[in-house]
Structures are given as C-alpha cells and as structure tokens.
C-alpha cells in the first residue's frame, strides 16, 4: 500500500512540474523578441531596434514612417495586453474580454460611441496622419503575430487577442479623454444644484478661487470672497439624506507638474523643462521610454522621451530644438445642456425648431454571456446623459471629445517644431485632452500654451452649470485659431510653472473656464522653489519635483496645537501622544511621519463634518460632494475662523465642539486601522500599490504580476504627489540640445511581460527619487527589423 502511494504522489508530482514546465514555456514564449533579425513585410527597409539593459528603445530607420512600424511592433510585444484594455476601455468593449461583471462600466462608456467616433476621426485625418497610422498598426499587428505563443493575460483569461486596427489607436487616446476629463457634466449639474439650493452670495462665497493660495503664472489675483452675512442656509445646515460617500477631492486632479526656466536660469545657459504628469499607477506603467531617429528631406531627426501604447507619437520629450511637457488644464472642456424636450420625450427645441432625438443601438458582446442592446440617445449638441433628471427634463452632454476637432494625429509635428514660438502656433488645434504645454528651445526661450481645441463660447452667462441652448443664442461657434489662445512666452523672469491650478486671469481665464482647478497651493510651492535660487540644473529641477514639505497643512496644525489641543481637552481624552505627533513630525509628508497623517486626517474629517448637509443632498440627486467645481479647504477656512454660531451645521453646538469632535474620530478611525498610533506613519497609510489588472482576481499570483510596494513621501498639495495610488507616472527633466544632461524616470518598466527583465527596470530607482539618465544607456540588445 505504501508503495502505491509513493507511486501515485510521484506521478503527481511529475505531473505538476510538467504541467509547469508547459506553463513556463508558454509564458516564455510569448517574450518579446530582443535579438537577432525578424522579416517584417511592411517595412520599407531596414529598421534597428536597440535596447539598453532597462530597456530603453532606441529606433533607427530611414523614414518616420519605418519608425513607426518599428515602434508598433515592439509595442505589440511589450504591451500588447495594456493596449487592448486601453481601447477596450474606451470603446465600452471590456465585457466581451471578462464578461459580466465589466458590463456597468461598458454600459457608461457607450455613451459616448468611441468607436464610431474614431472612424469619424480616422476618415478627417490629413494624409501624414493617416500614412503614419497606417505604419503603426502594421507594425503593431506583426510585433503581436511574431510572439511565440498569446501574452500570459490571454492565457489566463482564455482569450486569444484581437488583431490591432487604425480605430483602436484613436480609442487609445480617447482612453486619456476619459482618464483627464472624466467629470463628464456632472459638476455642471452638481453646481447647479447647488445653484438652486443656497442664495447666490452663499453660492459665490462657496464656489470662490482661493486668495490665499494662488500662483497665477501672471501674476494675477483673486479677491477673497467674505463670509456671507446671512444665516448658513438649509441646505448646508441640516443632514436630512446621510451621505454614503462624505469624500472630499480638493480637486478635479490631484496632480501633475511642468515648469521651465530660461537660459538666463540655466545653471549653464541654457533653458530646461521639468515635467511630472500624475496617473493612476498600474502594472505597467502608463508610458513607454523610446527614442526614435531617421531621416527625410528635412534633415536628420532626432526625438526622446515617452510614447502611449497604442499611439505612434511622441508625448513629451525633446527633438533636440525644444523640449516640452504636459499636465492637465483642469480648464472646462464641456457644458451640460438641458433640453426643452415634447410631451412624448422624442423631439427637443433647437434654434426654434423641433428636432428628433437620433436614436442608436449599441451591442455589448459578453464573454460567457448573451449580447446586451443599449440605446443610446442623441442631440446636435451631444448624446442624452443618464444622470437623474426632474420629471420631463433630460441633459445632454457637450464635450470637445465628441467633435472631430478634439481627435487628430497632430501632435506628429511637435516631434520637428524649431523653436518655442512654432511649436506654440502648432499647438492650436492639435487633437488631444488639452493640457498645459510648457515648451523650452534650444536658444534658451521659455514659453507655456494649451494645447488641444479650444470651443469658441458665445451667448452662455454661466456655463459652470446647466444652460438652454434653445433659442440659439448660446452655443459654441467653432473652435479658436492659435492666435486667439491663450500663451506665455519669454516671461520677465524667466520663470514658469502650471500644476492643475488657475494659470492665468483676465479674459483668458474667460476663454478656459473652470474644470475644477486644484487649490493652489502646488503651484504656490512650486513657484517659490523656483525663486528661491538664481541657477538651476537638472538634479536641482528634479529636487523640486521630489518636494514633500507640508507647507498647505501648517496652518491646519498651527489650528490644532493654538486652539484645539487644550490642556483640558488633551487631559480629558489621553491625546498627549496625539500632541506630542502633532508638534514634532507633521513638517512633511515622509513615510515615518505620524503627526502628519494625524494633522491630515483632522483636517478632511473637520471639512466632511461641515460639508455632510450638502454631500447627502447631492447623493440625493445622483451626485457627489466631489463632483462640485468647490475647493472644499478655501470655504471651509474661512468658515473655521470666522467662527459664527448662526453658519453652524445643526448636527454640533459650537465649533470647538466640531474641531474637537474632529480629532477623536479621526483618532478612532486611524486606531481602528493601525492599532496604535506610533503604527499610523504616513507610509502605512500611503503605500505604492502599483497593481495588475487581474491580481485581484488571481491573489496567488499578484506577487508576480504585481510591482514592489512601500509607503510613500509625498500628498496633494506639495510638488511630490503620490496619493493612494496616484503618483508621479513619469519624471522628466530635460534642456533641448543637451539630453546628455537630462533625466526620465517611469515607474515600473518597459516591458508588461512578468518575465521580461525590463519589467521592473525602472521601478527601484521612481521608488527611491533616484535619477536615470533622459538618453538610452550602452546597447544590450540589438534587433533589426528587415523587409
């Protein structure tokens, strides 16, 4: 008996290890290639495609064209599975990958009809455009077919890829739409309910940009709005609905950085760039390191920085004439309108005139599961949204996403522009979520525009919340040309800076709108780093990137210690520890830092408390506290330190008491979680969490799809951002000319393959603030790609 078993455990066991050894050889297989030759048809002629031993892509071919066939084919077998979530994502194709339980989100999605759209686009492309696509998505569909077996993903899921196609690069972008301006009109509705629910100088004192933390790069300034001189209005006072989500978001983003000094700045004469854009961090990593040469009637070319799977273009980096860098505008990129609609729902006024609703069917296939059929509604202005409406009224949703203007490849000729007054002019009406372009060149000039469309907005008196466009006189009447954009160049000193905060004032305020512009106070930071010193190199604007002083939260701390933290409250409730973290280690937001999870924490559950009326009368509505265009701090501020017994919430008796209340439930929560107080470090509490899409589905593995974690410096409000997860994605510093110098940092690697040894190439040194160098290093692997 003991024998057989033996046997069988033995037979067992060699089964296993071959079932293993199958599954290793399949992982394996599905490597990308690094070495050797690969025919590839599409080529026009030889391409080499080096890597350095991060990974680092360097691609040199005869013709851009080559190049991006080049770069599709190794996006292909780097990231292949990454590309096909970012399209399916934005197509509302997720359920057919992963079955049901993707459907709510593939429902939300459809609404938007990316997909039809990006034919739309595709067939308004200029003809380099569209020859450039073209190259991409052949090089794209042979990288994927050269792989000797599915990417481990497709194994998993027991899915087998589906080819790459011109439309599924216009969904990869239409995916940052989504990631970048995902308010999607409802803080047009939010902020119309709270139009309609609180007098109007409670409303302008609510929805006020912050004085005190401002830095317009202008220099321009906003009066603080005093606290009204009425009673806290109902909607503020009395919690009659409780709200299930009190969050608070202190902006529409919670981060991205770009700044640029003049050569006049420049350490050694020269002009540089600085650019952190912020993302939700996953496994990989947003962005794709590769620098790409070749050569046409122009002349030699020369491009680094970082790519988008999925897209054959350069996003950020230098060509070596200039340099430049993104972050998101937070700027208002759609309107909500809200239809005059007949009695039976299907006609709605426009310019006088009754019109039908178009009406479309849009066919979710599931994996697993029978196809789902959603109608999706729409107007001239855009599609119907599905946001809660009173009886009889319906929203439509206005957003330069859906116009053939707000989709293009013309991002392409940043990768050639010659100076900074060029790529400015080049700039307008590029296809892309607007963002803040901040632009270095060669010559030592500095300069900061938008780039992407901008609607030319007329007859609309507020257009933070829903209007009625009906009769025609408000609407949007095209786009602006570059002339009338707004930009910055050749500033008096030589200094410029954008964080998701209000750039500018005046009438170009006017012409951006308000998205929900971060606070301030980043910015703030960032612009006096800059004029603390004269000089500056690269690792001195890398410095400023990593900056993690918790500058905003000093007067919250100088509030507890002065005001609240008693002697007769602190006796009363043991908080002498509490006082004692508070006192010594809430200056910054290091990972060992308990007084400044303790300071920030007191501070959002003072903010939640005050604010709960108005959440729980908007969760009432289908809304959010956090889908407002309000800056919770600036408000509740003021609020705090006027300290008027009549603008109380009714749930306390005073405002000690709230500020009191405050630190003990934050104090509980936080002892809930960590049991002790001296375990409540910032870094418990903010760790990396840089995680695959299917670990969560597959805990056993997540330690091998997943990238190295650790609690983190860095918050909101200071030039560090790293916030539960949403971080830098990218670091960058760079003068154009001078690459050599420049620094470009990911976290994670190159590579999405578990296997590859680029997988985690980068990863310790964006762990540790550590700089690598902008350029490639020394050549580790070559492969050239032959017709």
């Known amino acids: ?4 078993l033996k046997r069988i455990l033995g037979g067992l066991l060699l089964l296993v290890l071959l079932l293993a050894l199958a599954l290793w050889l399949a992982l394996r297989g599905s490597l990308a290639q690094l070495d050797g030759e690969r025919t590839v048809p599409a080529m026009s002629a030889a391409a080499e495609l080096q890597r350095d031993a991060r990974g680092y892509l360097t691609i040199t071919a005869d013709s851009r064209l080559d190049v991006a066939r080049a770069l599709g084919f190794v996006h292909a077998q780097e990231r292949f599975f990454q590309m096909d979530l970012m399209r399916r994502n934005a197509a509302g194709e997720l359920s057919a990958l992963v079955g049901p339980k993707a459907l709510p989100l593939d429902k939300a999605r459809r609404l938007h009809r990316f997909r039809h759209r990006a034919e739309v ?7 380099a455009e569209k020859a450039l696509l073209d190259a991409y998505v052949d090089g794209v569909n042979a990288g994927l077919g050269a792989l ?10 027991r899915q087998a890829p589906r080819p790459w196609v011109g439309a599924d690069t216009v969904l990869a972008a239409y995916g940052m739409y989504l990631d970048l301006q995902n308010a999607q009109g409802r803080d047009d509705l939010a902020m119309g309910l709270l139009h309609d629910s609180v007098p109007a100088d409670w409303y302008a004192f609510l929805t006020q940009h912050s004085a005190d933390w401002q830095a317009a790069m202008d220099d321009s300034r906003m009066s603080a709005v005093p606290v009204p001189a009425g009673a806290l209005p109902d909607a503020l006072r009395a919690t009659r609905t409780a709200c299930s989500d009190c969050s608070l978001r202190d902006a529409r983003d919670i981060g991205s950085n770009n700044f640029a000094v003049a050569a006049s700045h420049g350490a050694q004469g020269q002009a540089i760039v600085a650019n952190d854009m912020h993302l939700d961090l996953r496994v990989p990593g947003t962005w794709f390191k590769a620098r790409m040469k070749w050569k046409d009637a122009a002349g030699s070319h020369d491009i680094a920085g970082v790519t988008l799977p999925g897209t054959p273009l ?4 230098s060509n070596g004439r200039v340099a430049w860098g993104f972050t998101n505008t937070t700027s208002d990129w759609a309107d909500v309108v809200a ?7 299907t006609h709605y006024l426009a310019g006088g005139a009754e019109k039908p609703l178009q009406r479309s069917v849009e066919r979710i296939e599931v994996a697993g599961g029978d196809a789902v059929d959603l109608t999706v509604l729409e107007s001239e202005w855009g599609p119907v949204m ?15 996403a859906h116009d053939a203007e707000g989709m293009n490849l013309r991002l392409m000729r940043m990768e050639t522009a010659a100076n900074v007054d060029e790529a400015v002019q ?7 979520p607007a963002q803040n372009l901040m632009l270095a060149d060669a010559g030592g000039r500095i300069a900061w525009s938008v780039i992407g469309a901008m609607p030319r907005r007329v007859g609309g008196e507020d257009m933070d919340r829903p209007q009625d466009w009906s009769d025609g006189r408000s609407r949007w009447q095209g786009y602006l040309p570059a002339a009338e954009q707004p930009h910055i160049a050749d500033p008096a000193d030589g200094r410029l800076w954008t964080a998701n905060a209000r750039m500018i004032g005046g009438d170009g305020l006017k012409t951006l709108g308000n998205g929900g512009y971060d606070l301030g106070a980043r910015a703030q930071q960032i612009r006096d780093d800059l004029r603390a010193r004269d000089k500056f190199d690269e690792a001195g604007l890398h410095a400023i990137q990593l900056d993690h002083r ?23 409730n043991g908080l002498d520890d509490y006082r004692d973290e508070v006192e010594k280690s809430a200056d910054a937001a290091r990972p060992d830092a308990v007084g400044y999870l303790l300071v920030r924490s007191f501070r959002l559950q003072a903010l939640k408390s005050l604010f709960a009326p108005l959440a729980g009368l908007l969760e009432a509505n289908g809304l959010k506290l956090a889908d407002l265009k309000m800056v919770p701090e600036t408000p509740g501020w003021a609020l705090i330190q006027a300290g008027r017994p009549d603008t109380l919430p009714a749930a306390f008796k005073s405002w000690p008491e709230l500020l009191q209340r405050a630190v003990l439930d934050s104090r509980k929560e936080l002892l809930g979680r960590y049991g002790s107080l001296a375990a409540a470090t910032w870094g418990a509490d903010n760790p990396t969490l840089m995680r695959h899409p299917l670990s969560a589905a597959l805990p056993a593995l997540s330690s091998w799809l997943d990238q190295a974690s650790q609690g983190m410096a860095g918050d909101s409000h200071m030039p560090r951002v790293h916030n539960h997860g949403h971080g830098q994605s990218e670091r960058m510093v760079v003068s154009p000319g001078h690459e050599e110098r420049g620094i470009l940092v990911i976290p994670g690697g190159q590579s999405g393959h578990p296997l590859s040894p680029f997988f985690r190439g980068d990863h310790a040194a964006w762990l540790a603030g550590e700089p690598l160098p902008f350029l490639p290093g020394e050549t580790t692997h070559r492969l050239v790609l032959r017709p």
């Open 426 to 432: 080049l700039a307008a009406g590029t296809g892309v």
């Open 148 to 157: 000797g077996g599915r990417p481990p993903e497709y194994l998993l899921l």
């Open 550 to 572: 918790a500058l905003f939260l000093q007067h919250w701390r100088q509030l507890l210690l002065d005001k609240v933290l008693t002697p007769d409250f602190v006796a009363a």
């Open 1 to 4: 008996m003991t024998k057989w």
């Open 386 to 400: 599905p946001q809660k409406a009173p009886a009889g009224q319906a929203y439509v949703l206005r957003w330069v």
């Open 339 to 345: 239809l005059k609609l007949n009695a039976a729902g």
């Open 121 to 127: 686009a595709i067939a308004a492309l200029q003809p």
């Open 314 to 317: 350069l996003v950020v980096g």
